[in-house]
């Protein structure tokens, strides 16, 4: 059963937000998600967390964890690597595939070698074996949000960089490629076979558009969102 008992009711009188039912928790605050079919443990960490200053969602069941996680809520996920009816490793799979994106740590009792070895190959940041220390595990939480909001601001740039693309027109991204392969203008018309102050019109448009101020900058952009220098 899904321990988390923090579903508070709504109040418009109320000066702090509520989310994924956690009293107080605003939009942009990270949420620990904790995982772990031990009664013992899972309140024991709850406690440490909120003690820390930390917002928890506790779950027994993974079944209740995957129904409530959601890949807008900022934070992370501590996973019990032994769950009842799967591992936490298959766990993490569904969560990749829903597009949960949230840093993985995994607990553990009983932890082996090549079971932490896929844990990190799938993309968990740790692997934490019972019993752990308290300033252990605060640590490795810090971290794991850190990694999180790091992910998400990249994720917000790469979108924003994206839409700037799709205002190119389709000889503007030909342009787009030639300037960061570092030809001049006259080079570029000579290849497109068109006018040099064509070119320029179309490289002080891919400019304004992409909102960068240099070549430099442009080549940038472009290499962050995947784009290659014309051959």
Do not use: W
């Not at 899972?42 to 995957?66: D, K, M």
């Not at 799938?122 to 909001?149: C, H, M, N, Y």
């Amino acid at each position: 059963m899904d321990t988390d008992s923090t579903g508070a009711r709504h109040n418009t009188a109320r000066s702090t937000r509520v989310r994924d039912g956690v009293e107080g928790v605003t939009a942009e605050q990270p949420v620990v998600f904790v995982v772990d079919d031990d009664a013992t443990v899972l309140r024991s960490i709850e406690r440490l967390l909120r003690v820390h200053g930390l917002a928890v969602r506790p779950f027994a069941a993974p079944s209740a964890f995957l129904r409530a996680i959601d890949p807008a809520t900022p934070g992370c996920v501590l996973l019990d690597l032994s769950l009842p009816g799967s591992t936490g490793l298959d766990v993490q799979k569904q969560l990749l595939a829903s597009g949960n994106l949230q840093p993985v740590v995994f607990l553990s009792g009983y932890g082996t070698i090549r079971a932490s070895v896929q844990a990190m190959k799938a993309g968990a940041i740790d692997f934490i074996e019972k019993p752990f220390e308290e300033s252990t595990l605060i640590a490795t939480v810090e971290r794991a949000i850190a990694r999180d909001q790091e992910q998400r601001a990249r994720r917000l740039e790469g979108e924003a960089y994206t839409a700037r693309l799709e205002l190119l027109t389709p000889r503007e991204r030909q342009v787009l490629r030639h300037v960061i392969a570092g030809r001049l203008n006259k080079q570029i018309a000579a290849r497109l076979g068109t006018a040099e102050k064509t070119i320029k019109v179309h490289r002080a448009r891919v400019m304004y558009k992409m909102s960068v101020r240099s070549v430099a900058e442009l080549t940038r952009v472009a290499d962050f969102i995947g784009i290659q220098p014309e051959a």
